[in-house]
């Protein structure tokens, strides 16, 4: 059911086989203890178990200890027995498209969720490509659930639509409530939160990440109940509205068992020293502004330093808005335990990072903007040797601005950081010679993302395309899933992709490829290709044809500002009934000549074993 979840159309196919052998009937059990009883007259024997429930009632211990959703999947593929003894032991269920299954289908099946893990839209509404009011509603689910599931502990939702109203049921129909997680969520607002801080009187759980949360000028961190909370995680660094700072500090003085807060940035750095006397046991934290308030002239200010070293257990560090560059070395006597440490909001220089960065030795993922510059990521690569996780975002987005950070600074990081499995990389100017270099020195990377803002731009040093590089990514790192491609790019890179990339699945494409070739290429050479996304690329109907064989079994195929006809995905609609083609227009007009024209503007194809869905807006025709 959904990519990871039991992959419901071959579960449909191993039912209909299954029809045909059928597991032992009761009566042959009871006709077998009658002949039995008949042969013995000494004693009396109750009848012997059925094969099956005694193999059931075996799967059921063993599955228990069975976690992985891949792992699951399998078995529930074996027969029809193991799916039954699957389903009623799956406790957490993982849905990657809101859209590819109904909630009737889900408690029809699973009887017994605690916890539920659901995406709505596609990652490139993340980049303003997707309409707004385009669907993902959180409703239908949070109702059906409500009914099957009283005993629900656990929502995690991503790009997901969510109102007051859903979070009121939610809150009202669980009573054993636990942990909520909105990740670039929309729809609600602090009503919402307060309601879910009221009535769940078990809550640990509240993460409110990248989310739009409208302000009701509510009071949200006062309504959770008086006493001691449960409270582990608390997240509001996206909520852009003023809080209550009292209610919080009283919140976390009565929450023993907090490792997790991460602060918004109307909590200010003398704010923030109070609440970390209060709760030194903090494991990660979120600074929120990181400036000190307007301290009259000759007062003294609190020993921040000091407050960074009665929290000997922090490992995480995040936040830092509005920071002001005098207050950072206060962060220093915590730097040694560090594990994380997020800078993707402070716009940074490298003379403000080298005295903090040199003494982070066990950082394993580290974020920032790009205004450390290459120097800045020179002075991590020779500290940080046991990097996992490296992510450079954009302090200035815009395609024609001056990239501070270069192949430079990536190869720096290669050669430094060996032991390297995730990079994500903004930058305006790349070579092959730097890109090469990280697939030789860091191996083990599963996931590479290199974004050259500006359009077809080929290697700064040699003008040729970018495509050795990218080949060299695809032949030397072994255990890549997942890869996203930019900058000048011929056909020549997407055959390296579909020679090499055998386990890649997802892979973003963006101003790339020459001619259909391309797109055959990886629709042919990637076996376990699950997300593909594109846009501004010249791919047409003869690329998307060339991949009927594949779209029944992948998540989703987004195409925008592409050549894709109306007939062409017509003719897809027509070929595969298990997969829903969805056409519209990128800002959500109406208007025919977006959708009816020789061309459509995107293409949203996804797989769903209960046929196109019920909530498209009147933007979107579904073919």
Same mark, same amino acid.
């Given at each position: 059911m959904t990519e990871e979840d039991s992959s419901a159309k071959m579960s449909e196919d191993v039912e209909k086989y299954l029809n045909l052998n059928p597991p032992c009937s009761s009566s042959s059990s009871s006709s077998s203890a009658a002949t039995f009883t008949n042969k013995s007259r000494n004693f009396k024997s109750s009848p012997p178990p059925c094969p099956d429930h005694v193999l059931e009632n075996v799967l059921e211990n063993v599955l228990q200890f069975l976690t992985s959703r891949c792992d699951r999947n399998a078995v529930s593929l074996v027969c029809r027995s193991w799916y039954r003894v699957e389903a009623q032991t799956r406790l957490e269920v993982f849905i990657g498209n809101c859209y590819s299954l109904s909630p009737a289908r889900l408690i029809h099946r699973f009887k017994r969720v605690r916890s539920l893990v659901l995406k709505g839209k596609p990652r490139f509404a993340d980049f303003n490509l997707m309409p707004p009011n385009w669907g993902a509603q959180f409703s239908p689910w949070v109702a059906a659930t409500?009914?099957?599931?009283?005993?629900?502990?656990?929502?995690?939702?991503?790009?997901?639509?969510?109102?007051?109203?859903?979070?009121?049921?939610? #809150?009202?129909? *669980?009573?054993? *409530?636990?942990?909520?997680?909105?990740?670039?969520?929309?729809?609600?607002?602090?009503?919402? $939160?307060?309601?879910? #801080?009221?009535?769940?009187r078990q809550l640990k759980v509240l993460d409110l990440m990248e989310s739009e949360v409208t302000d009701d000028e509510l009071d949200w961190i006062s309504c959770f109940p008086e006493g001691e909370t449960h409270l582990e995680s608390l997240s509001f660094d996206c909520i852009e509205s003023p809080i209550n700072f009292k209610a919080l500090e009283e919140l976390v003085v009565r929450s023993p068992f907090l490792k997790k807060l991460r602060t918004n940035r109307f909590v200010s750095l003398e704010e923030l020293h109070r609440l970390m006397v209060r709760a030194?046991?903090?494991?990660?934290?979120?600074?929120?502004?990181?400036?000190?308030?307007?301290?009259?002239?000759?007062?003294?200010?609190?020993?921040?330093?000091?407050? *960074?070293?009665?929290?000997?257990?922090?490992v995480c560090l995040s936040g830092f808005r509005e920071f002001r560059p005098e207050y950072l070395l206060a962060i220093s006597s915590v730097c040694a335990n560090l594990t994380s440490l997020n800078f993707s909001y402070a716009n940074i220089s490298p003379h403000m990072l080298k005295p903090i960065i040199s003494n982070c030795h066990n950082i394993r993922v580290f974020w920032a903007l790009d205004s450390?510059?290459?120097?800045?990521?020179?002075?991590?690569?020779?500290?940080?040797?046991?990097?996992?996780?490296?992510?450079? *975002?954009?302090?200035?987005?815009?395609?024609?601005?001056?990239?501070?950070?270069?192949g430079v600074g990536l190869q720096a990081i290669s050669e430094g950081c060996r032991k390297l499995e995730s990079i994500l990389y903004f930058c305006q100017?790349?070579?092959?010679?730097a890109v090469t270099a990280m697939s030789e020195n860091c191996p083990q990377l599963t996931v590479f993302r290199l974004c050259i803002m500006g359009r077809h731009r080929p290697d700064?040093?040699?003008?040729?395309?970018?495509?050795?590089?990218?080949?060299? $990514?695809?032949?030397?790192?072994?255990?890549?899933?997942?890869? #996203?491609?930019?900058?000048l790019l011929t056909d020549e890179a997407f055959s390296y992709i579909g020679e090499y990339g055998k386990l890649i699945r997802t892979l973003s494409v963006a101003f790339a490829g020459?001619?259909?070739? #391309?797109l055959r290429y990886v629709l042919e050479g990637c076996p376990k290709l699950q997300k593909l996304e594109i846009r501004d690329s010249p791919f047409g109907d003869v690329?998307?044809?060339?991949?009927?064989?594949?779209?029944?079994?992948?998540?989703?195929?987004?195409?925008s500002s592409c050549l894709i006809s109306r007939g062409g995905c017509r003719g897809v609609s027509h070929a595969l009934p298990n997969v829903v083609v969805e056409v519209f227009g990128a800002d959500g007009d109406d208007d025919e000549d977006t959708v009816t024209?020789?061309?459509?503007?995107?293409?949203?194809?996804?797989?769903?074993?209960?046929?196109?869905?019920?909530?498209?807006?009147?933007?979107?025709? $579904?073919?």
């Open positions: 409500a009914k099957a599931y009283p005993w629900l502990e656990k929502v995690h939702l991503k790009r997901m639509f969510v109102t007051d109203d859903d979070l009121a049921l939610l #809150a009202e129909s *669980f009573p054993g *409530f636990k942990e909520l997680t909105l990740v670039c969520c929309e729809g609600f607002g602090t009503s919402g $939160i307060a309601i879910v #801080a009221n009535k769940c030194p046991q903090l494991t990660s934290l979120g600074t929120g502004s990181f400036s000190p308030d307007n301290v009259p002239q000759g007062e003294q200010q609190p020993d921040y330093a000091a407050a *960074f070293r009665a929290c000997k257990s922090i450390i510059r290459d120097e800045g990521l020179q002075a991590v690569a020779a500290t940080c040797k046991e990097l996992r996780e490296l992510r450079i *975002f954009p302090f200035d987005p815009r395609e024609d601005s001056e990239g501070p950070v270069s100017n790349m070579t092959n010679g700064h040093v040699t003008g040729k395309p970018m495509d050795d590089g990218f080949g060299a $990514i695809v032949k030397n790192c072994k255990k890549l899933t997942r890869l #996203a491609v930019s900058g020459n001619s259909d070739k #391309a690329g998307l044809r060339s991949g009927m064989h594949r779209y029944s079994n992948m998540r989703f195929v987004w195409l024209g020789d061309y459509v503007e995107t293409l949203y194809l996804y797989r769903s074993l209960d046929g196109p869905r019920k909530d498209a807006p009147k933007f979107v025709t $579904i073919l």
